[in-house]
């Protein structure tokens, strides 16, 4: 099928990238030039395990093109639109770029083609878009289709993802973009992957409250942490033990520095924007509360640092390990692990930090750290080791070995990820989260 994707950031390429690599012939716009020709040239805009090889794949077959001009979108029957949705400053969403693309894409709309939404945006919005389209071009039909990508595993979960939600009218209409989406998914669909088909409304909800629930379970996790750490508990025990529970599960109930990246932190915030303007803020209230609890982990790692250090960082030199908000990603958008290091810095401490691909993009960010080109160099004569992202590189790290280079041997482990007993017989103070 032909397809156009509408934004080429992380959703946008991995999407492009992916549908080329189901068989569908494919066309992506950015107004970025710079982006276009960096992808143009098969190079991933930023690092996600799988991309460089689908996008090359594709690249070859011929089955895409990436261009900024939106004119050549024309003839696609499915348009995908893929664009940001960044937080404004009063915590809701901006649609600014969601609204360009449309209006954009809207003048290049033929009748009996679809636009499908992907961005993540404050229920309603789908609706409003749809009166837009059908009235700019009648028999065009916008539609929503969340995306639930992870970064790290963003290709799998776009070619097979754990569920299809299609968000769509009722009537002719909304068959008719049943049928196109199921067209463009085949190759799932075939591996009986659930598809639901729903209202736009709640496509739009289904999004925001996956994100809203994740979040919960974190920070419920790490509340438990904090309760745990004044008793002298073990939260990971804990978690092991109420997750056998099939109702609760063990997944996402790991306790540490809390939720960042590009999707929770500002999912939750507009969520509750949007529950306020539609009046019923006292629905959402609690995510408030989820997120003060996500950013007071940062604090207490602050805290606990200065505390391994006799009280004050100052002219003590701490290895920061791990900046990414999560492992196998360079991104470090609201990255926990990147505001510790900050932190720290800006109390005085000197900071060494590596990260084994977030580097260049901390750098944009924080140009004042010290980044160290490996784990063994942010090692060498360190008063203090923090753990912050947990990359298999750092959990595979020879106690012993590390032993041999830090000045003092003291590790906070902000991700408990590493093998409590190995550091505490190497001789480390071991400091984990909530245990
Ligand atoms: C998230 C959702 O998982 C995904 O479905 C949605 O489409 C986009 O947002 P992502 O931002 O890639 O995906 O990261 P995710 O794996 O969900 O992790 C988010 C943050 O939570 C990370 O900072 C991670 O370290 C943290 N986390 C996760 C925990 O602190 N504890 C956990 O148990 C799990």
């Given at each position: 099928m032909r397809i156009s994707v509408i934004g080429c950031g992380y959703l946008g390429a991995v999407h492009a990238a992916s549908m080329a690599k189901l068989g569908h012939d494919v066309v992506a716009v950015d107004v970025d030039p710079g982006k276009i020709e960096r992808l143009a040239a098969g190079e991933a805009p930023f690092f996600e395990p799988g991309l460089p090889e689908i996008l090359t794949e594709a690249l070859a077959s011929g089955r895409i093109r990436f261009t900024t001009d939106m004119a050549e979108v024309a003839g696609a029957r499915v348009h995908f639109v893929a664009v940001g949705t960044p937080q404004g400053p009063s915590g809701?969403?901006?649609?600014?770029?969601?609204?360009?693309?449309?209006?954009?894409?809207?003048?290049?709309?033929?009748?009996?083609?679809?636009?499908?939404?992907?961005?993540?945006?404050?229920?309603?919005?789908?609706?409003?878009?749809a009166e837009d389209v059908s009235r700019a071009v009648p028999g065009a039909t916008l539609v929503w289709n969340p995306e639930f990508l992870r970064e790290g595993f963003a290709v799998q979960d776009t070619i097979a993802p754990d569920r299809l939600v299609y968000g769509v009218p009722s009537g002719p209409e909304g068959e008719a973009a049943v049928a196109a989406l199921d067209e463009v998914y085949a190759v799932a669909l075939a591996e009986d992957t659930p598809r639901l088909v729903v209202d736009l409304a709640t496509a739009e909800l289904v999004k925001v409250s996956a994100n809203a629930f994740l979040a919960t379970k974190i920070s419920f996790i790490n509340a438990m942490a904090e309760i745990a750490e004044v008793v002298g508990a073990d939260v990971t025990a804990l978690a092991d033990a109420i997750g056998h529970d099939a109702r609760i599960g063990r997944k996402f109930l790991n306790a540490g520095l809390g939720f960042g990246g590009g999707c929770l932190p500002k999912d939750i915030r507009a969520f509750q924007a949007r529950a306020t303007e539609?009046?019923?803020?006292?629905?959402?209230?609690?995510?408030?509360?989820?997120?003060?609890?996500?950013?007071?982990?940062?604090?207490?790692?602050?805290?606990?640092a200065a505390q391994a250090l006799g009280g004050d960082v100052r002219g003590k030199r701490v290895a920061v390990l791990g900046l990414a908000f999560k492992p196998n990603s360079d991104d470090v958008r609201d990255s926990p692990s990147l505001d510790i290091a900050?932190?720290?810095?800006?109390?005085?401490?000197?900071?060494?930090?590596?990260?084994?691909?977030?580097?260049?993009?901390?750098?944009?960010?924080?140009?004042?750290?010290?980044?160290?080109?490996?784990?063994?160099?942010?090692?060498?004569g360190a008063d203090l080791v923090?753990?912050?992202?947990?990359?298999?590189?750092?959990?595979?790290?020879?106690?012993?070995?590390?032993?041999?280079?830090v000045a003092s041997p003291v590790v906070i482990?902000?991700?408990?990820?590493?093998?409590?007993?190995?550091?505490?017989?190497?001789?480390?103070?071991?400091?984990?989260m909530g245990r």
């Open positions: 809701a969403a901006d649609l600014t770029y969601v609204d360009a693309a449309v209006a954009s894409l809207t003048e290049h709309l033929s009748p009996g083609e679809f636009v499908v939404g992907k961005s993540t945006v404050p229920v309603g919005t789908a609706a409003r878009l539609l009046g019923v803020g006292e629905s959402l209230a609690f995510l408030a509360d989820i997120d003060a609890i996500n950013l007071r982990r940062r604090a207490h790692v602050v805290d606990l900050a932190r720290l810095l800006e109390q005085g401490a000197e900071v060494a930090a590596y990260d084994p691909e977030a580097i260049p993009t901390a750098r944009r960010v924080h140009p004042e750290l010290d980044y160290v080109d490996s784990a063994e160099a942010a090692l060498t923090l753990v912050l992202t947990e990359w298999n590189e750092f959990r595979a790290l020879d106690a012993a070995t590390v032993a041999g280079l482990d902000g991700r408990n990820c590493l093998d409590r007993d190995a550091w505490r017989a190497a001789g480390f103070a071991y400091h984990g």
